[in-house]
């Protein structure tokens, strides 16, 4: 979830048996203040499903290269 102009992270959503393997992430970006366009520029190693947090950031701003 997304709040305010800054695009502040205020939460993340996740639905799937292996969440708690990425939640930890998502608990760090919201915990260090960063935005999602810093989440959407960060670097995770591919192919992997931790990958996932920064690509759903760069969704929720739009900016997502597989739209």
């Given at each position: 979830?997304?709040?305010?102009?800054?695009?502040?992270?205020?939460?993340?959503?996740?639905?799937?048996?292996?969440?708690?393997?990425?939640?930890?992430s998502?608990?760090?970006?919201?915990?260090?203040?960063?935005?999602?366009?810093?989440?959407?520029?960060?670097?995770?190693?591919?192919?992997t499903?931790?990958?996932?947090i920064?690509?759903?950031?760069?969704?929720?701003?739009?900016?997502?290269?597989?739209?």
């Open positions: 979830s997304l709040g305010g102009a800054a695009n502040a992270i205020l939460g993340i959503h996740m639905a799937d048996p292996r969440a708690r393997e990425l939640i930890r998502g608990l760090m970006a919201i915990q260090s203040g960063m935005t999602a366009h810093r989440l959407a520029d960060s670097i995770d190693g591919h192919p499903l931790s990958e996932a920064p690509l759903a950031a760069a969704d929720a701003l739009g900016i997502s290269i597989y739209s």
